[in-house]
C-alpha cells in the first residue's frame, strides 16, 4: 500500500458525468470528501476534468489542501456549460498551483496549441508521472472496469506500470 509515516501525494482520474450512470454532483463531492479525509494527503494533483478530477479538486480546497491543477491545454473549458465553465475559474482562482501540460515539452514535443484528444492523456501521463517521483503516492480512479478503452482506463493501466497505488473508487457510489 502506502507508507503513513511519509507525505502522500494523490492524483485522481475518472469518468466524465456522461460515463457515470446516474451522475450526481453532489454525492461524487460527497464521496470525494470521504476519500481526501480517509487519506489526508500533503497535496493532490487534478486534471480539472468534469466529474471526478472537479469533485476532487473542489473537497481539496474546501478541506484546505494544497492543490496543484494539471490541465491538459488553455481552453479545456470552452465548449463547457456556464455552470461548469464558473466551477471551472473557481478552481484556476483556488488552485496552489497551476501546470498547463502542453506548454511542457515532454508531453508535447511538437509544441501543438489548442485542443487535441491526445492530450487529455499527455495530461494523465503528466499526473502518474509526477505521482511516480514521489516516495508514496496514490491515485484515486473513479473507473467503471467494463469501460476498459477510455482515458480513465489507460490512465489507470498506466500508473500501474509505475508502481503507483490504484484505488478505485467506483463501486463506493
Not at 450512470?21 to 460527497?30: A, R, S
Not at 471526478?52 to 496543484?68: F, G, M, P, R
Not at 456556464?82 to 482562482?93: G, H
Not at 472496469?145 to 473508487?169: L, M, P, S, W
Request: charge should be positive; hydrophobic fraction near 35%; include cysteine.
Amino acid at each position: 500500500m502506502y507508507n503513513t509515516d511519509t507525505p502522500l501525494v494523490l492524483g485522481c482520474t475518472g469518468h466524465r458525468p456522461q460515463k457515470t450512470p446516474n451522475y450526481n454532483y453532489k454525492k461524487l463531492y460527497d464521496l470525494a470528501v470521504l476519500y481526501l479525509k480517509q487519506y489526508w494527503p500533503q497535496e493532490v494533483i487534478s486534471g480539472a476534468a468534469l466529474g471526478w478530477d472537479t469533485a476532487i479538486a473542489e473537497a481539496a480546497i474546501d478541506l484546505d489542501i494544497s492543490l496543484e491543477l494539471a490541465i491538459p491545454f488553455i481552453g479545456q473549458q470552452d465548449k463547457w456549460s456556464l455552470e461548469d465553465k464558473k466551477k471551472y475559474t473557481y478552481l484556476l482562482y483556488k488552485t496552489n498551483k497551476l501546470t498547463v501540460v502542453d506548454e511542457l515539452a515532454k508531453y508535447n514535443p511538437k509544441a501543438v496549441q489548442g485542443y487535441a484528444s491526445w492530450k487529455l492523456m499527455q495530461r494523465n501521463k503528466y499526473i502518474v508521472d509526477t505521482l511516480s517521483q514521489q516516495p508514496n503516492k496514490l491515485l484515486l480512479s473513479f473507473f467503471d472496469i467494463e469501460n476498459k478503452n477510455g482515458g480513465t482506463a489507460q490512465c489507470v493501466r498506466y500508473a500501474e506500470t509505475k508502481d503507483v497505488v490504484v484505488i478505485n473508487c467506483w463501486t463506493s457510489l
